[in-house]
């Protein structure tokens, strides 16, 4: 029997504010209302009691904060006054925080994730508002409070082919404001030729060589996860055992994505699916449906979507001679291989590209720790 979900994005809009070039969302007007997400809620804690874990929700979309008024915050209200153990977050593009609303947000117990790419040019270029206009002076008004409320947050960022020759201007504008840390990822969807996919790297391997030259000097930097990671990864890759334990990640079981653990994501409409990314997508005919609150989760839906995941070693769309991943692959993300080649274990070849470039980046910070 798999676990029971009990913790998952509550995608309570399809409607965003901004046009990002590269979002996966297929923008729609069509909100989650407030029954819904109750119902939400009820199953959740049903089956975190059952498992005797707490529940927890992230309110995504489109923009979660569209339904502020009408959702998040009387349903945030309602958890709250009740009692009952939730955690709770948000992803947001952050352009519609103020003061009172992270005020209250704060008060409720609410954990943020702010999605946004950086200084202002890349940020303008990437993520306009519909209509035309950039995003940037708005949310360099709303970064201080938001840092004063949540010092430890995550600036999620995506690089893009048009943009990402201020990849690294753009970490040291978030490490200037009080970031600590940030996460990035290249789209994988667009066309990278070799002249952006050659700006990537450069950009990336100055963040190395500025994180080589921190740690040389033992002062802090600005941390990335996935960088982080991939020092890791350097020395587990030079033994077998080391890459038994990196190739377990990518073990349908321990990946999200796939409905095998007690993580979803729930649609507008009560639809669960394995994945955030295709409730915008998709429907029922989807192999990311798992089921619905109105008739439940299907088991047999679940692992029919990781014995997909099974039927062969995941590999790289352009293949995987001389990598030295080989062997010890994490699988990518689920959803965007589905979405780039029609598989979920096919991984598009920019995600192989960037996993690589990391690792080279790893390597170039340890050549100065030897």
């Known amino acids: 029997m798999l676990p029971e979900i009990s913790s998952a994005m509550l995608v309570v ?56 008024e009408g959702l998040l915050r009387p349903l945030a209200r309602e958890i709250r006054a009740e009692g009952r153990p939730f955690r709770l977050s948000v992803t947001t593009n952050g352009t519609l925080l103020t003061e009172e609303r992270m005020e209250e947000m704060h008060r409720l117990g609410f954990g943020l994730l702010l999605s946004m ?40 960022m995506t690089a893009a082919p048009w943009s990402c020759g201020g990849l690294f201007e753009s970490i040291r504008w978030a490490e200037g404001m009080g970031f600590r840390s940030f996460f990035v990822i290249p789209d994988v969807f667009s066309r990278w030729d070799g002249g952006s996919w050659g700006a990537l790297e450069r950009e990336v391997m100055r963040y190395a060589a500025y994180v080589r030259s921190r740690r040389e000097a033992g002062r802090a930097y600005i941390r990335f996860s996935a960088l982080e990671g991939a020092l890791d990864d350097a020395d587990k890759l030079r033994t077998a055992e080391g890459r038994a334990s990196l190739a377990a990640r990518g073990r349908a079981e321990n990946k999200c994505g796939l409905g095998a653990g007690r993580f979803a994501s729930i649609a507008p409409d009560g639809g669960i699916y394995a ?13 990311f449906y798992i089921g619905s609150l109105a008739g439940g989760v299907s088991e047999e839906r679940r692992r029919a979507l990781m014995a997909e995941y099974f039927s062969e070693r995941p590999r790289g769309e352009a293949g995987c001679g001389g990598c030295p991943y080989e062997g010890a692959c994490d699988g990518g993300c689920a959803a965007n291989n589905y979405f780039a080649a029609g598989r979920v274990n096919i991984l598009p070849a920019a995600y192989c590209r960037w996993k690589r470039l990391l690792l080279r980046a790893a390597e170039r910070i340890k050549e100065g720790e030897g």
Not at 28 to 44: G, I, N, Q, S, V
Not at 124 to 136: E, L, Q, V, Y
Not at 276 to 283: D, F, I, R, V
């Open 13 to 68: 809009t399809h409607r965003c504010n901004l046009e990002c070039r590269y979002c996966f969302v297929k923008q729609k007007d069509e909100d989650m209302d407030l029954e819904t997400a109750r119902a939400a809620a009820r199953f959740l804690a049903g089956n975190a009691r059952r498992a005797g874990t707490a529940p927890a929700i992230n309110f995504f979309g489109g923009e979660p904060m569209l339904r502020w």
């Open 117 to 156: 790419d950086g200084a202002r040019g890349v940020q303008d270029a990437n993520r306009p508002f519909h209509g035309g206009g950039g995003s940037f002076e708005r949310l360099e008004r709303v970064i201080p409070g938001a840092l004063r409320r949540w010092p430890g947050v995550t600036l999620r």
């Open 275 to 287: 994945c955030q990314e295709l409730c915008s997508n998709a429907g029922p005919e989807s192999p």
